[in-house]
């Protein structure tokens, strides 16, 4: 049984950044799709980044690209999020996803099976 826990979130000014980690542990050989989404108070839980773990192909939200980057640490079963200029519409709970292999990164929330408890990011103005 797979399980991820993010780290690395916390409270920042608007235009400065964090990196969000999620550690993988428990039996990882059959998921490749990693991914990242969040949910803020009130509104439903939105696709951030999606990243194929044994290729370097990603996908990214509208809302998050160029200031965003998803990355992993495959020998460390680890994987990041990176995020630049930070805006109050940045604020949420962001949680780690995995999935079942794909041949490309999605965004779409019903390809991923595992979840993490999540990492709140508080961006203010």
């Known amino acids: 049984q797979v399980q991820l826990v993010e780290s690395g979130g916390g409270s920042v000014q608007s235009g400065g950044s964090l990196t969000l980690s999620c550690a993988r542990s428990?039996?990882?050989?059959?998921?490749?799709?990693m991914g990242w989404f969040r949910q803020a108070p009130g509104k439903e839980r939105e696709a951030v980044a999606s990243?194929?773990?044994?290729?370097?192909?990603?996908l990214y939200a509208d809302s998050v690209k160029d200031r965003f980057r998803i990355s992993r640490d495959n020998a460390n079963d680890v994987l990041y999020l990176q995020m630049n200029n930070l805006q109050p519409d940045d604020s949420a709970m962001y949680y780690c996803?995995?999935?079942?292999?794909?041949?490309?990164?999605?965004?779409?929330?019903?390809?991923?099976?595992?979840w993490g408890p999540g990492a709140q990011v508080t961006v203010s103005a």
């Open positions: 996803a995995t999935g079942p292999w794909r041949a490309k990164p999605t965004l779409r929330e019903s390809h991923y099976d595992t």
């Open positions: 428990g039996n990882t050989n059959r998921l490749r799709l």
């Open positions: 990243v194929r773990s044994d290729a370097d192909i990603r």
